[in-house]
């Protein structure tokens, strides 16, 4: 068995040897014939190269952890366009290389649902990247040639989906504003980016100071873009407010 375990590893299987002895087994017991025997071996072969896959594009991604979106109250917001977001979760958007924005204040769950877009992508084989703009900008600029910085700038256009949370809320400069425009117009009609903020397209001039392109950058990202807009008080304002109600109520007497 030990040396049918390391034949398969040096061909290459990812089987484990505990998943091996117990294909066997159950092959003996129920008098498998060799076929059912390979068959069962390529689709436990097959499971663990997916699971694999997914950690290697999870780690990648950096989603980070988020709100379960069975868990989102869809009855707290003031306004939310529930069937765009279910429409949303099929991916067909990213097949057409099309853009997501989520506009509304801070608080409203716009990252949770961006991030769950992007687990649900993740699932269905897609690649994908996860950052707030002000790091993103941050991590291309911290590159000290015009090389390394091409080389980085693969990281946010390569993905399937790119989600670029907080947009709205460090203001750039014309430098950072360049890079950003570079990273939408060499992804425009060929693959989707999610953008989450706090402001309208009018008002990003107040945070892309001075830059020559924000035209052609809200032009381009905007040309293919389904935006819903979440319409809502803070969650956190509220939990904060549910907290600070329990704690004045007096402790009920026994």
């Given at each position: 068995?030990?040396?049918?375990?390391?034949?398969?590893?040096?061909?290459?299987?990812?089987?484990?040897?505990?998943?091996?002895?117990?294909?066997?087994?159950?092959?003996?017991?129920?008098?498998?014939?060799?076929?059912?025997?390979?068959?069962?071996?390529?689709?436990?072969?097959?499971?663990?190269?997916?699971?694999?896959?997914?950690?290697?594009?999870?780690?990648?991604?950096?989603?980070?952890?988020?709100?379960?979106?069975?868990?989102?109250?869809?009855?707290?917001?003031?306004?939310?366009?529930?069937?765009?977001?279910?429409?949303?979760?099929?991916?067909?958007?990213?097949?057409?290389?099309?853009?997501?924005?989520?506009?509304?204040?801070?608080?409203?769950?716009?990252?949770?649902?961006?991030?769950?877009?992007?687990?649900?992508?993740?699932?269905?084989?897609?690649?994908?990247?996860?950052?707030?703009?002000?790091?993103?900008?941050?991590?291309?600029?911290?590159?000290?040639?015009?090389?390394?910085?091409?080389?980085?700038?693969?990281?946010?256009?390569?993905?399937?989906?790119?989600?670029?949370?907080?947009?709205?809320?460090?203001?750039?400069?014309?430098?950072?504003?360049?890079?950003?425009?570079?990273?939408?117009?060499?992804?425009?009609?060929?693959?989707?980016?999610?953008?989450?903020?706090?402001?309208?397209?009018?008002?990003?001039?107040?945070?892309?100071h001075e830059a020559s392109c924000l035209g052609a950058?809200?032009?381009?990202?905007?040309?293919h873009c389904h935006t819903l807009d979440v319409d809502?008080?803070?969650?956190?304002?509220?939990?904060?407010?549910?907290?600070?109600?329990?704690?004045?109520?007096?402790?009920?007497?026994?």
């Open positions: 068995m030990s040396e049918l375990f390391e034949t398969l590893r040096r061909l290459g299987l990812r089987l484990t040897r505990e998943a091996l002895d117990a294909l066997l087994t159950h092959a003996q017991k129920n008098r498998l014939s060799p076929a059912q025997i390979l068959e069962q071996v390529c689709a436990i072969e097959q499971r663990e190269r997916d699971a694999r896959n997914l950690a290697r594009r999870e780690k990648a991604a950096t989603v980070g952890a988020c709100m379960p979106l069975d868990k989102f109250d869809w009855n707290h917001p003031r306004s939310i366009d529930r069937h765009l977001y279910e429409s949303l979760a099929t991916l067909e958007f990213i097949k057409r290389g099309e853009n997501v924005l989520f506009r509304g204040q801070a608080g409203v769950g716009k990252t949770s649902l961006a991030q769950n877009l992007g687990l649900r992508a993740l699932e269905r084989g897609h690649t994908v990247r996860f950052s707030t703009v002000h790091q993103a900008l941050a991590d291309l600029l911290r590159q000290e040639s015009l090389p390394a910085t091409e080389r980085r700038l693969r990281r946010y256009t390569a993905p399937d989906l790119l989600i670029l949370d907080e947009l709205g809320y460090v203001p750039c400069d014309s430098r950072a504003s360049d890079l950003l425009f570079n990273i939408v117009s060499r992804r425009h009609e060929k693959r989707s980016i999610v953008i989450t903020t706090n402001l309208a397209y009018k008002l990003w001039g107040g945070v892309f950058l809200v032009d381009r990202f905007a040309q809502a008080d803070s969650w956190r304002n509220k939990e904060a407010q549910l907290r600070a109600s329990a704690k004045k109520k007096p402790p009920k007497e026994t």
